[in-house]
């Protein structure tokens, strides 16, 4: 699948380039010319992949290349203002060639949070193809502004894609690590999880055997309709060094039987390895009874691969979801050394963790609120209580 990348905020930078470093280690051809837009200059140089070209700043009439300091109401005033900026370094990319646009934004801060939104409802309004988002939502425990962004930009990122794909901090922040090398794990996980499904459909070289590939419009069609999205992902090392199932083709038939032991092993693994994508840490953790849509995606080397294990689980999904709107497909990674499975599942809604994350909000919001009324009453107070001799300068 071809997939336009734009970054916005440093969250969205850092990912879109962790994305790039993906393309160039498999070798794939699946980012369309990758942008990152920022407020904060430094940012944009701490970028290692994306082109230097590609780095659009904006807003630098109002904050100076500074940031917007999780202000996320500056942060989409600035992306509305300077939205033909971000515009120009679009016309760069070749849009016929692109599937579909993946706006990538932690939406706890200010400038993504505000700008990943604004950019999306601009991107609709003038392509055919759909706009998918990747949000971020903040740890717990950074505090009420960050949650309060993120529920409000949450709601509207929803609203102006074609479907929000999910990855929430909480559930995936390590426990004694720095913030900086926490993320940069983080940010490998998000890639491998996303990377593999967007690579699904494109491949290195052509002669490559597969069973039923992905095609793009698998996955577009699992987004399309909207809503809330969460993948699973697992993995398993494998032994190449029997040369698998297809180096046995042509063998006697008295090979038959260890023949068929491989097959069963084969299917077996891959239906192993589905369940634990689905039942393991989701990017969004989530009750799956009740999700639209999925797409299954199993990868590896052509002989690890079979049609058998990913119907029957697909056939499981299909259970767990109690949706029968599932698809599934392989996707061929001949000098792999491991088989892996991701899982889609899209209009998710039995999500606790975004009841928690409203709920939170609207306490952030009555405790600004509140201050925001006491405010002056308080300065009030501290200036002129008591005080009511001495005369103001002016
Ligand atoms: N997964 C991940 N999350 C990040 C990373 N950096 C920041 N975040 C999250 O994203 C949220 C927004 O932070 P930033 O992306 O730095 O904010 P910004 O969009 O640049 O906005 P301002 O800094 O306010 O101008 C934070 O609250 C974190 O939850 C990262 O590298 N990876």
């Known amino acids: 699948m071809k997939v336009a990348l734009i970054g916005f905020g440093q969250a969205g930078g850092k990912i879109v380039d962790e994305f790039v470093d993906y393309e160039r280690r498999t070798g794939l051809d699946i980012f369309s010319s990758p942008i990152a837009v920022n407020t904060a200059k430094t940012d944009l140089r701490g970028l ?24 996320n109401e500056l942060g989409a005033a600035i992306a509305e203002q300077d939205i033909d900026e971000v515009q120009s370094a679009l016309d760069e990319i070749p849009v016929h060639e692109v599937d579909a646009f993946l706006i990538v934004a932690g939406l706890g801060g200010g400038t993504g949070s505000g700008g990943a939104p604004v950019l999306a409802k601009h991107l609709k309004r003038i392509y055919t193809e759909p706009v998918f988002g990747l949000g971020v939502l903040p740890a717990a425990d950074e505090g009420g502004i960050y949650t309060l962004n993120a529920a409000r930009s949450f709601q509207t990122f929803v609203r102006e894609t074609d479907n929000v794909l999910v990855f929430d901090n909480d559930a995936w922040r390590q426990t004694g690590e720095s913030m900086a090398g926490g993320y940069d794990q983080i940010n490998g996980e998000i890639v491998r999880r996303f990377g593999m499904l967007f690579a699904a459909g494109e491949t290195v070289g052509n002669d490559q055997v597969a069973e039923s590939v992905v095609d793009s419009s698998e996955i577009i069609n699992t987004l399309a309709g909207g809503g809330v999205s969460t993948v699973g992902y697992a993995s398993e090392t494998v032994d190449r060094s029997d040369g698998g199932l297809l180096s046995r083709v042509g063998r006697g038939s008295e090979d038959a039987v260890v023949d068929d032991m491989e097959e069963a092993n084969t299917t077996n693994r891959i239906t192993s390895l589905v369940r634990k994508a689905a039942l393991g840490r989701l990017t969004l953790p989530c009750d799956l009874s009740g999700a639209e849509r999925s797409l299954l995606v199993v990868g590896g080397p052509p002989e690890f691969l079979n049609r058998k294990g990913i119907e029957r689980g697909r056939s499981w999904v299909e259970e767990e979801t109690g949706s029968m709107e599932v698809r599934g497909g392989d996707y061929p990674i001949p000098d792999s050394e491991t088989v892996a499975s991701a899982v889609l599942f899209s209009g998710v809604h039995k999500v606790p963790r975004i009841k928690e994350l409203q709920q939170v909000a609207i306490e952030a919001r009555e405790n600004l609120d509140q201050l925001q009324s006491e405010s002056e009453d308080n300065l009030d107070k501290l200036l002129n209580e008591g005080a009511e001799e001495i005369a103001p300068l002016y």
């Open 48 to 71: 290692e992949n994306v082109p230097v070209d590609n780095r659009v700043l904006i807003g630098q009439a109002r904050v100076k290349g500074h940031g917007v300091g999780a202000d």
